[in-house]
């Protein structure tokens, strides 16, 4: 079975410093990787995936995220906060195409002016 | 790109009463398609697998009876919650497959309150 664990239920930054929210993945077969983003009241906005054709993946709105195997891990990252980048960010998994997919419960990341 | 829509978009419903979300697929067609529910602050869960011509899958503790999903066609699958109590209140989403591993088009999600 696949699954996500997202590390810090709350992320809390300064505007313009660094972002990172941490993902680890558990997959028995290669996996497909994904970061979308929430904002209060809406749906999911994909941010970026991992496919296997690059294992540093860049994203919307500035964002980024590299696969390591080693530490099977995909974190997000985003150089410099934007107050506008406050919302729930989830990362999540699959394994193949008519499979659902499997999220982790989410990092609310918090930009403090 | 592909989109999912969902309608409606808000309900809000008196307990005791049914509701129907409709899951459509608007320029592709999808075999397949997949109910999450979001509780307040918390991440989305699987309910259930929407296949067409066939029966529903439904996860583990997912009530089949209450959640009713209809794949009448290949680009519509319907959530009917039967009987909605305010424990019900959730956000509704689905999503199909794209085709590819790595694509899954979501649809805006449906914010259901029953009073």
């Known amino acids: 079975a696949q699954s996500v664990t997202q590390l810090g239920s709350h992320v809390s930054v300064s505007e313009g410093a660094l972002v990172l929210l941490r993902c680890n993945y558990s997959?028995?077969?290669?996996?497909?990787l994904f970061w979308y983003v929430q904002y209060p009241n809406q749906g999911l906005q994909l941010l970026l995936k991992y496919t296997s054709a690059a294992t540093l993946v860049k994203g919307i709105n500035g964002f980024e995220a590299e696969f390591k195997k080693s530490e099977t891990s995909f974190h997000l990252t985003k150089p410099s906060a934007h107050m506008s980048d406050a919302a729930e960010y989830f990362c999540a998994v699959i394994s193949s195409g008519n499979t659902p997919l499997v999220f982790g419960k989410g990092t609310r990341l918090s930009v403090i002016a | 790109g592909a989109v999912v829509s969902q309608h409606p978009s808000r309900v809000i419903c008196k307990s005791g009463t049914s509701v129907k979300i409709e899951c459509r697929s608007l320029d592709f067609q999808a075999t397949t398609m997949f109910w999450y529910r979001q509780f307040p602050k918390q991440s989305l869960m699987l309910m259930a697998t929407?296949?067409?011509?066939?029966?529903?899958?439904?996860e583990q503790g997912v009530e089949k009876d209450k959640f009713l999903i209809n794949h009448a066609s290949l680009t519509l699958s319907t959530l009917t919650v039967t009987s909605a109590h305010p424990e019900d209140s959730s956000f509704y989403i689905c999503?199909?497959?794209?085709?590819?591993?790595?694509?899954?088009?979501f649809g805006p999600g449906t914010r259901l309150t029953v009073l």
């Open positions: 929407s296949n067409e011509g066939s029966k529903a899958t439904y």
């Open positions: 997959s028995s077969v290669p996996p497909y």
């Open positions: 999503s199909a497959p794209g085709g590819l591993a790595d694509t899954q088009y």
